[in-house]
């Protein structure tokens, strides 16, 4: 079994709930106040933890409209790489009263960084955790760069081949580290998920592995849950209606708090492997069919399909004895509405 990786002594792992990562992204809308009121509204949802972007347009692209940098297609087709990233940015002098403030209300708070400036900010301000997003895996000095800090590393495998992230845990060294499935589409499919790739990637590398969903809705992250993901990093919105760069495919604060409830229950409905009687099922037992009289039986007479049936409830014999009891010579008279046993034949019928 992988071994926990601890977040701010919060340990993630098979043996504890899903790990619930809100994502900021850009849906602050360029407004310090609003990424802040991010922060608690995901707090109150049940997050775990938020999860910012640092980087600025100049540090992730170029100011360039030449082939490759102007999107085609999807959710930001016509737009430039550096036009997009402008917008979304978190800024740096934000970080700072971001981290406090999580700190304040008791919310772990990290960040994905995009470039060995970004993880010396994150550095100074204490992160937690790195998280190395998708488009970044194939960055192996970057994740060497972060991993260098020792704290744990969670990495995104959107795009990637298994080769690909074979390359990245081994940049990343001995450094805990949380391998998340993800698929790059904005927003996926939900028939694009695979979802068995989550117990696959455990047993391939031997980490913990969790979900980083960018679908509609929260049914993908519960399925995910219950398919062992760990952790679940999912994009938060204070409103789609007021617009962002990400809210299209981001949570609304109840529809994550549906999320965080249904995927801590998909986690608690895993249990273990048993069988015979939960708590729950107490007294069930006592209703299972077993074999009763259903008509009077005079002392002396035979044990027929008609007069000995298997009913509810449990208190008679077991069922599986139908075939040994029939054609048996009862011991007294029976009556109707009697628990059958062994003693109720006569001894040379009796096993």
């Known amino acids: 079994m992988p071994r926990d990786v601890i977040i701010n002594g919060r340990p993630i792992g098979p043996g504890h709930p899903p790990y619930l990562i809100a994502e900021l992204s850009g849906n602050h809308n360029g407004e310090l106040a609003r990424a802040l009121a991010l922060v608690d509204a995901a707090k109150a949802a049940g997050a775990d933890a938020v999860k910012l972007q640092t980087y600025t347009a100049d540090t992730i692209t170029i100011d360039h409209d030449g082939p490759g940098f102007r999107l085609e297609g999807g959710l930001w087709q016509g737009r430039t790489l550096h036009d997009l990233y402008r917008e979304a940015h978190t800024p740096w002098d934000w970080h700072e009263p971001l981290f406090a403030h999580a700190r304040s209300i ?17 550095e100074r301000l204490d992160a937690p955790a790195f998280k190395i997003a998708s488009f970044e895996l194939n960055d192996s000095a970057l994740i060497r760069r972060a991993a260098r800090s020792g704290k744990p590393l969670i990495v995104s495998t959107g795009l990637a ?12 060294g001995d450094v805990p580290l949380v391998l998340l499935h993800c698929v790059s589409g904005y927003p996926t499919p939900p028939e694009d998920c695979n979802l068995r790739t989550i117990p696959h990637l455990a047993d391939a590398f031997g980490v913990a592995v969790g979900l980083s969903d960018h679908t509609h809705g929260v049914a993908v992250p519960v399925a995910a849950a219950a398919l062992g993901a760990v952790v679940i990093e999912k994009h938060f919105t204070l409103s789609r209606a ?13 529809e994550f708090k549906a999320m965080a409830d249904s995927v801590r229950t998909a986690w ?3 249990g273990r492997v048993h069988y015979g009687v939960e708590p729950s099922e107490a007294g ?3 209703y299972r069919r077993s074999l009763y009289v259903v008509a009077d039986v005079p002392a002396g007479a035979s044990l027929t399909a008609e007069n000995v049936r298997s009913i509810r409830p449990g208190f008679g014999m077991e069922p599986k004895h139908l075939p040994a009891v029939l054609g048996r010579r009862a011991a007294r008279d029976l009556k109707r509405g009697a628990p059958l046993r062994w003693d109720m034949l006569l001894p040379e019928d009796t096993p």
């Not at 919310?107 to 900010?121: K, M, N, Q, R, Y």
């Not at 081949?161 to 990343?172: D, I, K, M, N, S």
């Open 161 to 172: 081949t298994l080769g690909e992230v074979a390359e990245a845990v081994e940049a990343a």
């Open 268 to 270: 608690a409905a895993l």
């Open 106 to 122: 008791g919310l772990s708070i990290f960040s994905s960084p995009f470039d060995d400036t970004a993880v010396e900010l994150l």
């Open 242 to 254: 007021e617009g962002g760069v990400d809210s299209a495919f981001s949570l609304e604060p109840a």
């Open 284 to 286: 069930g037992r006592d």
